[in-house]
Nanobody, 129 residues
Framework: QVQLVESGGGSVQAGGSLRLSCVAS????????MGWFRQAPGKGREGVAA???????VYADSVKGRFTISQDNARNTLYLQMNSLKPEDTAVYYC???????????????????????WGQGTQVTVSS
């Protein structure tokens, strides 16, 4: 069965950094588009970044230039490096797998919750001012 297990969240001061990891199992990792989402209190789930099987990436405007999504196919692991963190980045962060294999990102794509079908348990990121 598909499993996604996130780690790396925590509490940091504004301007700090965190690196989130998501270890995937139960499917052929390299066949699927993967994404990071976040949900702040009282808000819906927001697409943060995505990476496809050939390494193309997209980012939400709010994190562009500060966050970097990457993956290690040999370890079935997805990463989100978060630098220059702001209080508004405070949220539960989730990794997710696309609903079908072989999808490739197109310019301007914004990760949509409906495009993903498996989700990790979430990891809390708290940024204090």
């Amino acid at each position: 069965q598909v499993q996604l297990v996130e780690s790396g969240g925590g509490s940091v001061q504004a301007g700090g950094s965190l690196r989130l990891s998501c270890v995937a199992s139960g499917y052929i990792y390299s066949n699927y588009l993967m994404g990071w989402f976040r949900q702040a209190p009282g808000k819906g789930r927001e697409g943060v970044a995505a990476i496809d099987r050939i390494g193309t990436t997209v980012y939400a405007d709010s994190v562009k230039g500060r966050f970097t999504i990457s993956q290690d196919n040999a370890r079935n692991t997805l990463y989100l490096q978060m630098n220059s963190l702001k209080p508004e980045d405070t949220a539960v962060y989730y990794c997710a797998r696309a609903r079908a294999p072989w999808w490739l990102l197109r310019p301007g794509y914004t990760p949509r919750e409906a495009d993903f079908d498996y989700w990790g348990q979430g990891t809390q990121v708290t940024v204090s001012s």
